[in-house]
């Protein structure tokens, strides 16, 4: 009876490592990452942390998303609204077909 009762023991002692093995296997398999988190991991490697600042944006520039292709951005002007004035006593739905 006690062969029989370590028996079971060990078994569910090894389907249960053997669990935790493919649950660990999996998470790091399965887990979803972001192209744009690639600079927060650089930022947390120490050899980040020991480079000067022009190592450390060719560092960071090497892993962002579409840095190489990229030119710099001209500033966006804004753009000029144009305001329709409604007519004088007119019926709304032809201020607004929204309106009615």
Same mark, same amino acid.
């Given at each position: ?14 389907? !249960?490592? *053997? ?11 399965? $887990?979803?990452?972001?192209?744009? @988190? %690639? #600079? ?8 980040? !942390?020991? *480079? ?11 892993? $962002?998303?579409?840095?190489?292709? @990229? %030119? #710099? ?28």
């Amino acid at each position: 009876m006690f062969g029989l009762t370590t028996l079971i023991a060990l078994v569910c002692v090894v389907v !249960g490592i *053997a669990l935790a093995r493919m649950t660990w296997w999996f998470w790091v398999e399965a $887990r979803p990452e972001s192209p744009a @988190l %690639a #600079p927060l991991e650089i930022m947390s490697d120490a050899a980040y !942390g020991k *480079a000067d600042e022009a190592q450390r944006v060719a560092m960071l520039n090497a892993v $962002r998303m579409g840095a190489q292709t @990229l %030119a #710099p951005r001209k500033p966006v002007s804004r753009p000029e609204r144009t305001v329709d004035v409604p007519i004088d006593n007119a019926p709304r739905h032809v201020i607004d077909p929204l309106l009615k």
